[in-house]
């Protein structure tokens, strides 16, 4: 059975002013940036009603973001025919996804990573016949899911990540823990649809140790380190 394409999805493709958002305003890409990527933000229709979102966990084993949530998708290489071609070409890849299967709604505007360098453009697609779909190499992909949206917007499954002086929304479903560039893409893309739920983001969580990358596990220590030892040695009042 083919599922139509829901109205707050169809609503959302045909936005106009996704580019004025303020997330996709502040990480606009400069003027020049080179490495382009694109990502396959995939819904579906959940079996047990409403829809659902494909995202995949990163092998833990990687240096670089280990254990983190993503959206199927990678570099646009020489020989692809566009971000739309990249996206759905390492979707294949990734979690063994039919391009010929997917409805692709849009793209919406470059984001610029600044850690990677990167341009990243979001695909937005429908999935009207999910077939199943898993993990293709395990050195790059840990797992692959299909997550409810209702269990993403409920607002006991939401609050800010905190890492240093990093804040951003975040979210925690089970043990799959959200956050970075795909929470915040996710999290702009339920505001401009409409179907986000009020949220505390208030209430701060840090990120869980599996999810840093070996960089991260250093800097927490050295603040931690530095931490102890002004608590050590605390400066004096002056007078």
Request: no cysteine; proline share 11%; net charge negative.
């Given at each position: 059975?083919?599922?139509?394409?829901?109205?707050?999805?169809?609503?959302?493709?045909?936005?106009?002013?996704?580019?004025?958002?303020?997330w996709f305003s502040t990480?606009?890409?400069?003027?020049?940036?080179?490495?382009?990527?694109?990502?396959?933000?995939?819904?579906?229709?959940?079996?047990?009603?409403?829809?659902?979102?494909?995202?995949?966990?990163?092998?833990?084993?990687?240096?670089?973001?280990?254990?983190?949530?993503?959206?199927?998708?990678?570099?646009?290489?020489?020989?692809?025919?566009?971000?739309?071609?990249?996206?759905?070409?390492?979707?294949?890849?990734?979690?063994?996804?039919?391009?010929?299967?997917?409805?692709?709604?849009?793209?919406?505007?470059?984001?610029?990573?600044?850690?990677?360098?990167?341009?990243?453009?979001?695909?937005?697609?429908?999935?009207?016949?999910?077939?199943?779909?898993?993990?293709?190499?395990?050195?790059?992909?840990?797992?692959?899911?299909?997550?409810?949206?209702?269990?993403?917007?409920?607002?006991?499954h939401r609050f800010t990540?905190?890492?240093?002086?990093?804040?951003?929304?975040?979210?925690e479903v089970g043990d799959?823990?959200?956050?970075?560039?795909?929470?915040?893409?996710?999290?702009?893309?339920?505001?401009?649809?409409?179907?986000?739920?009020?949220?505390?983001?208030?209430?701060?969580?840090?990120?869980?140790?599996?999810?840093?990358?070996?960089?991260?596990?250093?800097?927490?220590?050295?603040?931690?380190?530095?931490?102890?030892?002004?608590?050590?040695?605390?400066?004096?009042?002056?007078?």
């Amino acid at each position: 059975m083919t599922a139509p394409t829901p109205e707050w999805l169809a609503a959302l493709a045909a936005r106009t002013d996704v580019a004025e958002h303020e997330w996709f305003s502040t990480y606009a890409p400069p003027e020049g940036a080179g490495r382009r990527s694109a990502v396959l933000i995939l819904f579906g229709p959940d079996p047990r009603g409403g829809e659902d979102v494909v995202l995949t966990e990163r092998a833990h084993t990687l240096r670089s973001h280990p254990g983190q949530v993503s959206f199927p998708g990678g570099r646009v290489d020489p020989d692809d025919d566009g971000s739309v071609a990249a996206a759905l070409r390492e979707a294949e890849e990734e979690v063994g996804l039919d391009p010929a299967g997917v409805e692709v709604l849009a793209t919406f505007p470059e984001l610029f990573l600044a850690p990677s360098q990167h341009a990243v453009t979001p695909v937005l697609g429908w999935w009207p016949r999910p077939v199943p779909v898993g993990v293709v190499d395990r050195g790059e992909v840990e797992r692959v899911l299909r997550v409810p949206v209702a269990d993403l917007v409920a607002p006991r499954h939401r609050f800010t990540a905190v890492f240093g002086p990093y804040r951003g929304p975040a979210f925690e479903v089970g043990d799959l823990f959200v956050w970075g560039f795909t929470a915040m893409l996710l999290s702009s893309l339920f505001e401009l649809a409409g179907v986000a739920l009020p949220w505390d983001a208030g209430i701060e969580r840090p990120l869980p140790e599996r999810v840093l990358s070996p960089w991260m596990r250093q800097a927490q220590a050295q603040a931690e380190a530095e931490a102890a030892a002004r608590a050590r040695h605390p400066k004096e009042p002056r007078g």
